[in-house]
């Protein structure tokens, strides 16, 4: 085998080791802030109901600042790399939505990151 044979083997093996890892850790931040947006709604399933039923919207109100504060902190928590920019929570008609957006950095250079995924994840849980 040439050198320059290793080399290049050796380089494209890194290169693929570096795209499975960040393969890797993409879906466990998109998986993991899946099952953190389910468990919130879940939580929150029945206090969804009983604003419904009482037909007012103020309740609703109430739920977006809980559902946002408690998406934060379980981020946070979590250490997936969602900001107060990157959750937005909405009710409509019965209906609370959350929508969170997050850019995970892939290659990272002097503090600035060079390549990113943009991640986002839609989750709502609506009165039946």
Do not use: C
């Not at 050796?10 to 850790?25: D, F, I, K, N, P």
């Not at 009710?91 to 990151?113: C, D, E, F, I, Q």
């Amino acid at each position: 085998m040439r050198f320059r044979t290793f080399i290049l083997w050796t380089g494209g093996l890194a290169l693929l080791g570096w795209a499975g890892y960040t393969a890797v850790s993409a879906s466990s931040a998109y998986l993991a802030a899946r099952e953190m947006a389910d468990q919130v709604l879940q939580d929150v399933t029945p206090r969804v109901r009983a604003a419904a039923a009482a037909g007012d919207q103020r309740p609703f109100d109430d739920l977006v600042d809980d559902v946002r504060q408690t998406l934060l902190i379980r981020a946070r928590r979590l250490a997936i790399p969602i900001g107060e920019r990157d959750v937005a929570v909405l009710s409509a008609r019965g209906r609370l939505t959350v929508k969170l957006g997050w850019h995970l950095p892939v290659l990272a250079y002097g503090g600035n990151a060079l390549l990113i995924i943009p991640m986002s994840l839609e989750r709502s849980v609506s009165v039946p």
